[in-house]
T-cell receptor
């Protein structure tokens, strides 16, 4: 089955700097890659997603890039703010109704 | 408001005492699932259901049961809980594009 690896497990950045989280997946048939943000004590919330027919997608300060050949995708957060502090999960799925396979998560801490 | 509701939010129980965590969604979604979240392991799928009376195992089904008698409800049953089932549990309801999570149930088995 699909295996998703996520790095780093923790990431500390200064406010205003950029943060990058990287994920690799094993199943070349995977075609949908969402990113979730989980604030302390809350449920995961979808922040951005990308499908395999697109190489990059941007939404304000966040962007996701996908390299299908290398089977990796990344989340980029620019101009980080304290409210960006959370755990971020990447995930991969290979068909419309298939299981989402999650990475282990990255704890992002933005220090003022 | 579109939502997934699970109860209880917190539960402390003893080893071997059967318990049920309820999950309900109001979005008429066919696909529902249960995940457990443990530090360093991310979210792992326990069971999923494609529709009423259709359920299947996820990655970590041992020690759990589910049922899907109605489209909106998908309860998680622990027949004989053990301490290694202490975890944070999320119910989820999905479209082909997006997963909606419940608020989570923090379960402690002593």
């Amino acid at each position: 089955g699909e295996n998703v690896e996520q790095h780093p497990s923790t990431l500390s950045v200064q406010e205003g700097d950029s943060a990058v989280i990287k994920c690799t997946y094993s199943d070349s048939a995977s075609n949908y890659f969402p990113w979730y943000k989980q604030e302390l004590g809350k449920r995961p919330q979808l922040i951005i997603d990308i499908r395999s027919n697109v190489g990059e997608k941007k939404d304000q300060r966040i962007a996701v890039t996908l390299n299908k050949t290398a089977k990796h995708f990344s989340l980029h957060i620019t101009e980080t703010q304290p409210e960006d502090s959370a755990v971020y999960f990447c995930a991969a799925r290979k068909d419309s109704w298939g299981k989402l396979q999650f990475g282990a998560g990255t704890q992002v801490v933005v220090t003022p | 408001e579109a939502q997934v509701t699970q109860n209880p939010r917190y539960l402390i129980t003893v080893t071997g005492k059967k318990l049920t965590v309820t999950c309900s969604q109001n979005m008429n979604h066919e696909y529902m699932s249960w995940y457990r979240q443990d530090p360093g392991l991310g979210l792992r799928q326990i069971y999923y259901s494609m529709n009423v009376e259709v359920t299947d195992k996820g990655d970590v089904p041992e020690g759990y049961k589910v049922s899907r008698k109605e489209k909106r409800n998908f309860p998680l049953i622990l027949e004989s809980p053990s301490p290694n089932q202490t975890s944070l549990y999320f119910c989820a309801s999905s479209t082909d594009r997006r997963v909606f999570f419940g608020q989570g149930t923090r379960l402690t088995v002593v």
